[in-house]
């Protein structure tokens, strides 16, 4: 979801920096800057993001057109580069941390955010009818602990990890699954799809899992393109944020 927001807001000439954790356990890896710190750049739909390893070398990404991206799970960076806007897109579930007076502007997304309260505004995040919309007084909607639905399919379409240990992949993100069929293991044991479909997620090898998390995605609409394209989701939540910025710069 956050490279989805940095890829908007960043097509719409803002300057963006992204901070990460030291072994991300994101899913969509095809649609995700956090590859930048296995793979050095990562590309999607033809904007870059470069990773580095301090904040004074963001200026310089920025003037190769390209996000700048570090691990700083702290935050350490705003000190340093004293940013206008801070975006809390960790999606937790909760506050992890996050104030207003961060930044001039503070917005959280979803879930775990008091619009006036912790943060300056929050975007919602639930699938549906407000999607998107931008808060200024209160929470969003609370959190249902289902997944939204795509074509009518909702916790079956997430693969979790069976067991703790380490995560070894089977298939590969684009590849059409089978319901039953093994995608990966957690060590001798297998990580079986749900359903059918087209795996649009799946962790990178070697991550050290916990039992139930998010191991992977089966889309059972089986469009490969959409495996390496950004959701309508997350396009949506990007322009609820583009929105809150304008709105907040140009009074």
């Not at 999607?44 to 003037?63: F, L, N, R």
């Not at 570090?70 to 104030?99: C, H, Q, Y």
């Not at 502007?105 to 929050?122: R, T």
């Not at 991550?207 to 950004?230: H, S, Y």
């Amino acid at each position: 979801m956050a490279s989805g927001v940095a890829h908007r807001i960043f097509q719409a000439h803002l300057k963006v920096v992204m901070t990460e954790i030291p072994q991300p356990l994101c899913v969509r890896r095809e649609v995700s800057f956090c590859e930048a710190i296995s793979q050095k750049e990562k590309t999607v739909e033809g904007v870059t993001a470069k990773y580095i390893t301090s904040a004074d070398e963001a200026p310089s990404v920025w003037e190769k057109g390209m996000i700048p991206l570090l691990i700083d799970p702290e935050g350490t960076f705003r000190e340093s580069l004293r940013p206008d806007v801070i975006i809390d897109a960790i999606l937790a579930k909760k506050n992890t941390g996050t104030r207003k007076g961060d930044a001039p502007l503070v917005i959280g997304l979803g879930p775990g955010f008091c619009a006036g309260k912790d943060v300056d505004v929050v975007i919602e995040t639930n699938r549906g009818h407000d999607l998107g919309k931008v808060i200024y007084n209160g929470p969003a909607e609370a959190d249902t602990g289902v997944p939204g639905a795509i074509s009518g399919v909702t916790t079956q379409r997430v693969v979790r990890a069976p067991r703790d240990g380490r995560f070894r992949p089977e298939k590969e993100i684009g590849e059409m699954v089978e319901a039953g069929e093994t995608v990966a293991w957690v060590e001798d044991e297998p990580v079986t799809a749900a359903i059918s479909g087209v795996l649009r997620g799946l962790l990178r090898e070697g991550l050290l899992v916990q039992k139930g998390l998010k191991a992977g995605d089966v889309d059972p609409r089986g469009k490969r393109e959409n495996c390496f394209t950004i959701s309508e989701k997350a396009r949506a939540i990007g322009g609820g944020v583009l929105e809150a910025i304008l709105a907040h710069f140009n009074r």
